[in-house]
């Protein structure tokens, strides 16, 4: 059996690169890094549990990429380049045909992005996966949530509910054919985190936030912390291209409130619409323009016709009933 | 039911103090953190789980408390001063009757120390405490397990063994009276930090590490990154006060492979003795001399009469079999 030290040592422990901002990694009593000058640090933690966020016996090499993923949306959606990670473990057993793919999946990701991992902790216990991850962003170019003002137009990266369908589908609450789910199940499983894109919107978008429990509830802290309203247009919102062959009320409910997109929801004055299209030009990301800001609080959809339309927007909380 | 944005708001979210590090906390999709000028960060991660680092049915005030502390303990060993923590929390449920007195526990010693809680994330799932903790250190000052260099003194600070005592006796592993377990118990549930210590000790320790799984198996740490090995006399061993009315060999045993100590065990040249002294009582915590570095790999113990002696130094290792 693997020691906690011999797991950390073969699966966790990789030379600092040359230039790294971190000038000491896994191995001390703390791990050491500095922003570059004129640079604060932006931090994240996510936290994964078997059975909750992801189903037991999960394919270890695209967890370990998801854990990470959804960390990485949240820098991205600050705007914030991603520096290193610290990675908590907790694990029924230390197997090493679970430990070698996990590292893997997660290694893959870092590598795509230049994230280091710096630290970290393991122990034995239920299946749990915590991740704080670090950025740097300049003083004052941070994408807050608290900036949207009357007007702005609204945007989403990519597409939604894509996500949503394949865990529908996986969880049996609806059918779809295998090639369907085949072409859905990557974007629940393997989320690419729109990195690039929010560092293209530094000083062009005016609020930013990142998808995770559905596009109503998130974009809904956009309008609380700025103080405003919005209306959208549900029928101009991006649906995944599995999900856009299903019927239209579904398509609805899960571009709405799917979660697990891990897309980014921005606002941006209306004479930025130029340099929004750059930078998703830039960062190879597509976006759609779903709405607008207004004075009055809370969020209206409307359809296609511009006319109110009443949907269930409810975000996803952890701590409701079933 | 209190839901997860509810929760949050309730317990987890509090202005920040004028003058933080931090210029933005809890509620966006990352806080925002600067360390002073020639400053670096210093970041460790530790992760507690129910029936393993805790029994079930903890008192969660002392959770709170404890959670903190040992990651506090981590900041101490590297010199670094508490700046901030972000808290990933996973809760069976939504109980306030637990997350009051959790959150009262982890802020009275995150105020005494100034850290201040940045972010986290919280979610339903088998109880999972992980905290990742920041704290700032001046380039170059760090105090690294590498340093230890032959012929320096072998210091810890505090007494030795008196959590494990109290493990033991709550295991039921042995008999100890009600007034001894009240009087060890503080040891194991509530261990304060040696941050001001930590601090005291830049530029004088050569290299530090915190006993968090037995002094042998830390030392042993500092022993294998600085290339070097050690003497330690046993007899020397500065056990807790409870402890030191146990019979001699449990004192050895504890003293020298008990855990969750979270004194600091640390290495200086023996012309900085004043030095070491001078930052004892800077700090107000005691510490003993209890070895010497030696150019011969390994740790060697010896008795009060400097015979060799052979104790069971195993390490605590969570994948360890039972």
Redesign the interface.
Known sequence: ?????D?IARYFTRPLRPGSAA??GV?????????AAG???????????E???FFAGADPALLGHKCLAVNLS??A??G?RPLAF??????P??DEAWLAPFAQGMFALADLHGCEL?????????L?V?I?V??E?P?EQ?L???NARVGDDIWVSGTLGEARLALAALAGELALDAASLAAAAPCLHAPAPRVALGLALRGVASA???ISDGLAGDLGHILK?SGVGAVVDIDGLPAGPTLALQPPALQRAYCIAGGDDYELCFTAAPERRADVLAAARASATPVSRIGVIEAAPGLRLVDAAGRPCQLPMTSF?????P
């Open positions: 059996m693997l020691s906690e030290f797991l000038t000491l191995g001390d009593d703390c791990a050491l890094l500095a922003p640079m604060q640090l932006a931090i994240s933690t996510d936290m994964l549990v059975g909750r966020h949240d820098l959606a600050m914030a610290t990675l908590a473990l907790a694990l057993a230390a710096v630290g970290g902790d393991t122990t034995r216990g239920p749990t915590s704080t670090f950025g962003v003083k941070a807050r949530r608290s930013a936030i990142d912390q909380d952890h701590f409701a009933s």
